[in-house]
């Protein structure tokens, strides 16, 4: 059955996603931001332990811009401090989002008194220098600095509060800076539109200061709680954690040492292998991580080796001899440690071979250019001819290792006026800050008109600088990342397509530069992805200020587009009643599609303009398919047409083809069948009645399987199969005929049928003597059922072929949303059925209850299709249990707790054996309890397991009298 995704909130809530491992007791708080506010709202934090328990819960109101940070989470304690993932969940409205976290075994320890000053006094000073050198002034503090900490957090927010500039905020650990500058921006947002004082803002402001001095100087829990009392007034905010670098899992080690098994051709000996496959086969990999890391090493730089010892030069020759002579002592290695032990002198024989391979780049760039005079040729040439001169003269490896820097020196010169170009074009086709690419220009000049080498290595050196300057002065990886996902929510909600492209674009870079942290890539790409990185920065700002201006004229245009598509919708509506009123049904249509066009006009009223866009595009959709229904046949439905009607009248077409192609081609051996296929055909129709059309595709490829398989005529005298060569697109017959006579051949008579009876094709062949067949005719392509009755002499004999239909119907967030509550109701049915018994069928309100969730459906209303489900769980655990005066049982659940009670009515004292069946809703038998009762009768069990949400059954069977006792997870 295909797996189909129900369709959920978009997900609206973005958070700095950065968390790894943490040490028992170390402090966690979340930051992060909602892309639509609603006014009264509040965002639920939950943390779960590994065990399944609750371990924190937050109540949290985001600010006015959606930003919010939780109070400080210390995980320690018998239910937050166990080792192992935890998992995060954050609920606002009817967004979510989930994350996990590991807490480690080791036990975080704060910095000591003495090492907070030690820290302060450091922090003091560089903020000093920062300062002195913004401002071109001398130091604004005195050279003794104070050994109390009170003291020094007064001068460092003194420092701040008089110096304050943007570039400052550069400064701030990385994982406290959004929370610091959202915190900024929200007191300056407030003292802009004079909802305070000035004095009061100066005082938030020192207060976030010295929040960010206890986070320099390792006091994070009092940082935090600093920020979310600053934010008492105005909602709160949020910093995060960096990840640690992961070991490899059991199973990653268990897949590198089965790579290793299967490695021919390599230095390892056949003790090696097999220590190889001892350690795999005891499951010892995670002790021998190290060990398997140098090996692989060992043996890839031996494969490069064997590679380049094939050239044919005098300096690789040096490298291959001395490879020659080192190889067979490596294959002699009687163990892993041995072979590693090598290691020192592969590495030397490896870098010399890379060497040789560098110096072969400069050696053709210089005969490449030499005609052309190249400037830069030239000026290496005199370097390059001493060098040549020198290795000329070479009799070790290690003369080669000898002249690496000279090697180096000349690949950096070549490629430094390929690093800069590239940089200059990249810059400029993104727009990157002309200043910047002024100064590259001009370094690119003074690369062309160098007079030496020396001079050239100068500019390498500042390009490289210039480089990393780019890389601190932009903000890192993951706070950008942040930034551009809270963009793209925003971006998303007001539809705008043109930001999105651009946010689009910068996360795919961002994710390259993330992809590149964890390799090892050249120095080019890293000064591409930089400057491209560059870009990404500075565009943030002006992307999120064009977002930000949509709440004014920006805005309107894009909500007055999509209320004049509603309008048009609307008019369009109005004007068909004149036509088309007394058409069956179409009021009803009209009145219901108006309503939908209401909820368009609703989401922009709640600025959602992403799902109001989407919806209008959907009701679009449907308005066509109707008025094109109603237009080729206005009276061929009689309950009249909308969307879903038009898909029940063509999947019930569909179930009447099953049902005229039984009709024509029914047999006795499929009497055996009838009643599982009737029974199929019922569920299906049941499936589109309400309108469950996602699994009704699904029910109807099981049919048309179950057909294919049981609607067939055998005959002992015919043995044959049919499969599908998909290299040659045709169907290929084969098998055998019981003959009485074995001297001559005979013919045989194929004929293929259409599942309503004509005939497709036919075919006419003849077995061998001995009686086995084969033939073949080009398949078919419509989707169906086909028979294909084979005969031979007097006997017949039927297979069918099924062509299976590619569904494409596109379905849209509100149908995927209804497919669980369809499920949810189909389950809640049966379960009622199978365990209520005749006080399911007696009673009148679950008949009433299930036509009102039928109705639901198709009407499309899930708020009532909900409400009533939950109406039909409550009725079934008040009126479907089973008493009686024998026997009787009870069953309560909380806090993952089941409390199994009850008594039976005994003739004799003596405990017995009682067992006690649980199903679920589904009806899958989920575990069997065995308990004892008491002389008396008596019985009690608590059973302390997490049950997933749902209702369920618990049964007794005692002698012949059966008690049942049903409850609700929740």
């Not at 049919?722 to 008579?749: M, P, Q």
Request: aromatic content about 10%.
């Amino acid at each position: 059955m295909p797996v189909y995704a129900s369709a959920q909130s978009p997900d609206r809530i973005t958070i700095l996603d950065d968390f790894g491992n943490y040490n028992s007791g170390e402090p966690l708080f979340i930051y992060g931001q909602i892309a639509s506010i609603t006014d009264g709202s509040f965002l639920i934090m939950q943390i779960f332990n590994p065990e399944g328990d609750l371990c924190q819960i937050q109540q949290l109101m985001p600010l006015s811009n959606g930003v919010f940070i939780t109070d400080v989470i210390p995980l320690k304690g018998r239910i937050c401090g166990l080792s192992g993932e935890y998992e995060i969940k954050l609920f606002y409205g009817d967004y979510s989002k989930s994350t996990t976290f590991t807490v480690s075994s080791s036990t975080f320890s704060e910095p000591n008194n003495e090492e907070k000053i030690s820290l302060a006094q450091n922090l003091v000073n560089d903020q000093a220098l920062s300062i002195s050198t913004l401002f071109d002034i001398s130091s604004p503090v005195s050279n003794q600095t104070s050994n109390n900490l009170s003291e020094l957090e007064s001068t460092y927010v003194d420092l701040w509060s008089e110096f304050f500039v943007d570039d400052l905020i550069l400064e701030v650990d990385p994982l406290i800076r959004p929370a610091v500058s959202s915190s900024l921006d929200s007191v300056q947002k407030l003292l802009d539109g004079d909802e305070i004082s000035f004095d009061i803002a100066k005082s938030i402001d020192r207060t976030i200061y010295s929040a960010i001095f206890n986070y320099q100087i390792g006091d994070k829990t009092k940082a935090i709680d600093l920020l979310t009392d600053v934010f008492v007034d105005i909602r709160n905010v949020n910093p995060e954690k960096t990840t640690t670098q992961r070991t490899p899992t059991f199973d990653e080690l268990e897949e590198t040492l089965l790579n290793l098994m299967k490695k021919s051709d390599t230095v390892m000996s056949k003790p090696v292998k097999n220590e190889v496959g001892f350690i795999f086969a005891r499951g010892t990999a995670p002790v021998y991580s190290d060990e398997l890391g140098e090996l692989i090493d060992i043996l890839s730089k031996s494969r490069y080796l064997d590679v380049v010892s094939r050239k044919e030069s005098d300096l690789y020759r040096l490298v291959q001899n001395d490879w020659d002579s080192l190889k067979p002592s490596l294959m002699g290695k009687e163990s892993i440690d041995e072979l590693i032990e090598s290691k020192t002198r592969v590495s030397e024989l490896h870098q010399a071979a890379i060497l040789l391979r560098e110096l072969d780049a400069v050696e053709r760039f210089i005969s490449n250019d030499s005609d052309e005079n190249s400037d830069l040729a030239n000026i290496i040439m005199p370097d390059w001819d001493d060098l040549e001169s020198d290795l000329a003269l070479a009799t070790s490896v290690q003369s080669i290792l000898d002249s690496e820097s000279e090697i180096k020196q000349m690949v950096q010169i070549i490629d430094i006026s390929s690093r800069i170009n590239k940089s200059v074009e990249i810059s400029q086709s993104s727009g990157v800050d002309s200043a910047l690419v002024s100064d590259w220009k001009s370094l690119l000049e003074r690369v062309e008109n160098a007079e030496s080498t020396d001079e050239i290595l100068e500019i390498v050196s500042e390009f490289d600088q210039s480089i990393t300057e780019l890389r601190e002065k932009r903000n890192p990886l993951v706070v950008l990342e942040f930034q551009y996902k809270t963009m793209k929510e925003k971006a998303e909600l007001q539809a705008d397509y043109q930001n999105l492209f651009l946010i689009d674009n910068a996360l795919k870079i961002l994710d390259t530069a993330k992809q590149m942290e964890s390799g090892n890539p050249s120095i080019t790409r890293i000064d591409r992805i930089e400057v491209l990185l560059t870009w990404v920065s500075e565009k943030a700002p002006q992307i999120k200020s064009d977002l930000d201006s949509y709440d004014k004229d920006a805005f309107k245009v894009r909500a007055s587009d999509i209320l004049q598509r509603a309008k048009s919708l609307e008019n369009l509506v109005d004007l068909s009643l004149t036509k088309n009123r007394f058409l069956p049904n179409y009021i009803e249509f009209t009145e219901k599609f108006n309503e939908k066009i209401d909820d368009v006009r609703d989401l922009v009223i709640k600025n959602d303009l992403d799902q109001a866009d989407v919806l209008v595009r959907e009701l679009f959709s449907e308005w066509t398919d109707v008025s094109q229904a109603y237009a080729n046949d206005p009276f061929g439905s009689d309950v009249g047409y909308t969307a879903d009607e038009i898909k029940r009248i063509e999947f019930r077409k569909k179930l009447d083809t099953f049902s005229n192609m039984v009709s024509t081609f029914y047999n006795s051996e499929f009497s055996a069948y009838v009643d599982n296929y009737n029974k199929m055909m019922d569920d299906a129709n049941e499936l589109i009645d309400i309108a469950n059309f996602v699994d009704a595709e699904s029910k109807i490829l099981e049919i048309g399987n179950y057909l294919s398989e049981y609607l067939v005529l055998k005959n002992p005298k015919l043995i044959y199969d049919i499969y599908y060569d998909a290299e040659k697109n045709i169907w290929v017959l084969n098998g055998a005929t019981d003959k009485s006579i074995f001297d001559r051949r005979e013919n045989l008579y194929v004929t293929i049928f259409n599942m309503d009876g004509s005939t497709h094709s036919s075919l006419k062949f003849t077995d061998t003597k001995q009686g086995d067949f084969y033939t073949q005719w080009i398949a078919p392509t419509d989707p169906g059922l086909y028979v294909v009755m084979l005969q031979y002499q007097n006997s017949k004999a039927t297979q069918i072929v099924h062509v299976e239909e590619k569904f494409d119907y596109k379905y849209s967030t509100s149908d995927l949303s209804m497919v669980e509550l369809a499920r949810e109701f189909e389950d809640l049915e049966s379960f009622a059925e199978k365990f209520g018994g005749e006080n399911f069928v007696s009673n009148s309100r679950f008949a009433s209850v299930i036509n009102e969730i039928k109705s639901g459906f198709t009407d499309k209303n899930a708020k009532s299709v909900d409400e009533n489900i939950d109406e039909l769980k409550m009725i079934i655990e008040r009126y479907l249990p089973i008493r009686s005066r024998t026997a009787v049982i009870e069953a309560s659940y909380n806090d993952d707790k089941l409390i199994v009670s009850g008594a039976i009515q005994k003739t004799i004292a003596f405990r017995e054996d009682l067992f006690v069946d649980i199903f679920d809703q589904r009806g899958n038998l989920i575990d069997e309890i065995a308990l004892k009762d008491s002389s008396s009768g008596l019985f009690s069990e608590v059973i302390s397991e997490p049950f997933d949400p749902g209702l369920y059954v618990i049964q007794l069977e005692y002698h012949d009298v059966r008690v049942t006792d049903f409850f609700n997870v929740k």
